[in-house]
């Protein structure tokens, strides 16, 4: 699980190798009232110096807001101090926090982050087109939004959780039942998922009590790998088919969908991996549909259309896969390089369980990391 700690987040550096549309920016008024004073929702154990999941806040705030930009913020300068505002305290080079919305975002900017929107990767400076409705209420009029794109400063009286707002506030009704629900209404219900075999299967276990195994290595999982290093001739090709040699690295599930993201090492070779992400739709007794995410070559913004792939079988390859998260039902592949880089890939939901493209975020700016994330 990605926490929010006061370790430090170091790059890890491995032997092969996560800113990024120009709407009105809308200011929203502060969370309920309730929720500002429940000592117990995760945003206020954090500000108190817990440590939490940062998937519970991301389910702590689409309990009051479903569409307003949820930004995960990565300290980019030696130290990042967020001592004068939510979440009140003090951060170290590469931890991650999170912001809501993106005039809050622009406030954590300023303290020394880099920002990026969970759901496509866009900067807070230009947002995606959101609705700033209240879970459960009619959607928010024109007269919430403004065309503002002020920078934010440094002052300290900045709200910890939204900003205040420059035109018409939007009301602040009673928190939602929803708002200290921290997981998903399906956690718990759903399967787990376990690497065996030293990652040549997988095992589902189910809340009836049943399990069954899933064979990865020498399986038919296989994908279309587009300019390709083909490691024998130690040379890029136009495209390879290349088959999951092992699982590598840890499957998460979405709890929305049950959904199944599985890393896999396809081949390795002169200090470079070359993986794949499968997603699974399981069926308990052991059936299963499957589905390749598709990375683009140039990973970035891109425009609906900007690319396509020569069919549902093919993608370029990731580099070295750190971790893997499911927010909002939007999947978040961190990837990086041997240079240490690190690089988000976002894909949200999509027509089938893989998802689609939607955009990247940088976590670690070292060399190579353009090359990961183009922004």
Excluded at 77 to 103: H, I, K, M, V
Excluded at 155 to 166: E, G, I, N, Q, Y
């Amino acid at each position: 699980m990605w926490h929010l700690q006061r370790l430090s987040m170091q790059p890890v550096v491995f032997l092969s190798s996560l800113t990024l549309v120009s709407l009105p920016s809308i200011m929203l008024s502060g969370l309920p009232a309730a929720a500002q004073t429940d000592s117990s929702a995760p945003t206020a154990r954090y500000a108190q110096g817990e440590d939490v999941d940062l998937a519970e806040i991301v389910a702590e705030w689409r309990g009051y807001y479903d569409d307003v930009p949820v930004y995960q913020c990565v300290c980019i300068d030696d130290t990042c101090d967020q001592t004068a505002q939510w979440p009140y305290r003090e951060f170290d080079r590469y931890q991650l926090s999170l912001a809501l919305g993106p005039n809050n975002a622009q406030v954590t900017e300023a303290a020394g982050f880099n920002c990026f929107d969970i759901a496509d990767g866009s900067r807070p400076s230009n947002p995606r087109e959101f609705s700033a409705a209240l879970r459960g209420t009619a959607e928010a009029d024109d007269s919430s939004e403004t065309t503002s794109t002020t920078t934010p400063t440094d002052d300290s009286s900045a709200s910890p959780t939204v900003s205040a707002p420059v035109r018409r506030p939007i009301p602040t009704p009673p928190a939602p039942q929803s708002a200290t629900a921290a997981q998903s209404p399906t956690a718990g219900n759903v399967h787990t998922v376990t690497v065996i075999n030293d990652g040549a299967d997988i095992q589902l276990d189910w809340p009836s009590g049943s399990s069954n195994v899933i064979n990865v290595a020498g399986s038919s999982w296989n994908i279309n790998i587009l300019d390709a290093l083909d490691c024998e001739s130690l040379s890029v090709v136009e495209q390879k088919t290349m088959v999951a040699q092992r699982v590598q690295g840890t499957p998460v599930v979405d709890e929305t969908t049950g959904n199944i993201a599985v890393p896999v090492l396809l081949d390795f070779c002169v200090e470079v991996d070359q993986m794949a992400v499968f997603v699974l739709d399981p069926a308990e007794g052991g059936g299963y549909a499957l589905y390749r995410t598709q990375l683009p070559p140039v990973q970035g913004s891109l425009s609906p259309g900007a690319f396509s792939f020569p069919n549902e079988f093919s993608s370029y390859a990731y580099s070295t896969i750190l971790d893997m998260r499911y927010w909002d039902t939007a999947l978040l592949v961190r990837q990086g390089s041997a240079s240490g880089a690190e690089v988000i890939s976002i894909f949200r939901a999509g027509p089938t369980p893989a998802g689609m493209y939607a955009g990247c975020g940088v976590v670690s700016d070292l060399e190579g990391s353009s090359v990961l994330c183009d922004q």
